[in-house]
């Protein structure tokens, strides 16, 4: 379907990536199938030398995926996506595809934990350094450049300590060394921020979250915003072969398209969620974008457009009242990933980002006793009253 390129997000959402079909569906049907079938051999020929659009084998491409793709690449106004089997496999296509051999990143030290674990143990192994540093502290940043630094790599609203960076001055900072600027996106989706717009480079997603919204598929993307990129990242895609199925795309194709509105009650939820958690008693310090009391409020207000569906929160008592309320909440299910319709509770410490270093986890301000809870679409009162039965307890 064409679509206005000055389109609104809502109506991007339910209508963008689809194209015409056979017998005229109103939804991209799912090409379930390993393979293509050539018209002849020159046919197969021309394909194989790209001298003619087609679909071959579906790891290289596929409707179905690519319907998916240029859904979120218009959402993120980029040029083109590439679709990946989960959020790490995009975060491995990225650094696979930039970086070689004596080579240096530069990581936000507040990312998903294995994103950390995969810089520090696995691309490590093939001659690339990374330096870890607080990436809301633009001067951290500057001092970090080397020579030889390619990427620079961040989360913001950061994981699980929602610290937020400054996309476009860091992006500023990074063009003057060269290097590229790679924003992981999840946690806002491209309907409360736009990092391509605030001049970065390359944005990816754990569809796993917000995008596809009912924790129901596990997928990534990379949507990268100059188009001559593309070829490249997605021969490194082809080869690595961590690509996401037909079916699964189809079903993040279908979240899509409530997107705008599940995010909207994401943010009203947890807006009032921190707020009330800020005035518990037995709450020691609350972290979320929207909150006054945000150590980059300001910066929150002016690069996105709501606080998101995350909340960090540390209690009074430390880990043990946490085990407290993770282990007798309501309504609330005790378990990893964010962004579904449902609410979750997790401690990042033992859980999501165990991989890390205590060291590591402490210089992330990831303290043993910090609970982050991913606040979903169902009735704020009654997730209010699930947390206070349990905070009874403490």
Known sequence: METNEDMRQGTKCVHSGIKDYEFGPVVPPIYQTSTFKFKDADHGARLFKGEEDGYIYTRMRNPTIEAMEDAIADLEQGAKAIGCASGMA??????????QRGDHVICGNS????????LAQILSKFGVETTFVDTSKVEEVQNAFRPNTKVLFFETPGNPTLSVSDIEKLSQIAHLHGAKVVVDNTFMSPILQKPLELGADIVLH??????????DVVGGIVVLKDPNEYGIFRKYSNHI??????????????GLKTLEIRMKKHCENALKIAEWLEQHSKIERVWY????SHPQYEL?????????????FELKGGLEAGKILMNNVKVWQLAVSLGGVESLIQHPASMTHA????ELRMQAGITDGLVRVSVGIEDVEDLIWGLET???LV
């Open 90 to 99: 995009a975060v491995s296509l990225v650094f696979f595809t930039l970086t």
């Open 111 to 118: 990312v998903y934990g294995p994103t950390t674990t995969f």
């Open 206 to 215: 754990s569809m796993t979250k917000f995008l596809n919204g009912h924790a």
């Open 241 to 254: 072969g961590g690509v996401i199925d037909p079916f699964n795309s189809f079903l993040v194709h279908r």
């Open 289 to 292: 974008p929207f909150l006054k």
């Open 300 to 312: 929150s207000l002016r690069q996105t457009k709501g606080g998101g569906g995350v909340i960090s």
């Open 355 to 358: 991989g890390m270093s205590k």
């Open 390 to 392: 349990a905070l009874k």
